[in-house]
């Protein structure tokens, strides 16, 4: 069965230290997977892909397909990047798209 | 902004009656979704469209049923069989088909409360 697992509901952080924010995924077959971002009183909107490979507001994340992983990750946390975060998963050929149940971050003063 | 528009923004419902949430695109995307969004339970996959005239169930499908009768609308009915439809729904669409990016855009919303 598809399945998308974070962790953490919430994660205080602070400002200028690491983020991670943890995914692990059950899929069987070739996953897509997304990180999503929600900031306040914004609607839901796509931060990063793993098929892009690319850095998004100093953000990254890579697919580990051995731990079925795809943890999100910035050096040094702004203050700007509190939101809440979904990881989501789709089949390389399929439209099913689903998500975890989020992470809020919360990047302390 | 445009893009997803879903209506309305605020719905109220006594318990028993069904209730229809719009949700429509004009952004030529092919597959429409729609999920429920709880505290604590994150997004869940409800109903999505492919192609117009086509559905699949999402994960938690009892309880709702949707049509795709036209490309740029996608509209949800809340039936009286859902158990707890007290909830925020979220439409949202992707340009994989035509672009073959597999991005969702997202409306921003409708708060539905049962009385």
């Known amino acids: 069965a598809q399945r998308v697992t974070q962790p953490e509901k919430l994660l205080s952080v602070f400002k200028g230290a690491p983020v991670e924010l943890k995914c692990n995924y059950s899929y069987s077959g070739s996953p897509e997977l997304f990180w999503y971002v929600q900031y306040s009183r914004q609607r839901l909107q796509l931060l990063l892909r793993h098929i892009s490979r690319e850095s998004i507001k100093g953000f990254t994340a890579d697919l580990n397909k051995g731990e079925t992983s795809f943890h999100l990750k910035k050096p040094f946390a702004q203050e700007e990047d509190s939101a809440m975060y979904y990881c989501a998963l789709s089949g390389l050929r399929d439209d099913k798209i689903i998500f975890g149940k989020g992470t809020r971050l919360h990047i302390l003063p | 902004d445009g893009g997803i528009t879903q209506s309305p923004k605020y719905l109220f419902r006594k318990e028993g009656q069904n209730v229809t949430l719009s949700c429509e695109q004009n952004?030529?995307?092919?597959?429409m979704y729609w999920y429920r969004q709880d505290p604590g339970q994150g997004l869940r996959l409800i109903y999505y469209s492919q192609i117009v005239n086509d559905f699949q169930k999402g994960d938690i499908a009892e309880g709702y049923s949707v049509s795709r009768e036209k490309k740029e609308s996608f509209p949800l009915t809340v039936t009286s069989a859902q158990k707890n439809p007290t909830a925020f729904y979220l439409c949202?669409?992707?340009?994989?088909?035509?672009?073959?990016?597999?991005?969702?855009?997202f409306g921003a919303g409708s708060r539905l409360t049962v009385l």
């Open positions: 949202a669409s992707n340009p994989r088909a035509t672009s073959g990016a597999n991005v969702l855009t």
């Open positions: 952004l030529n995307h092919d597959a």
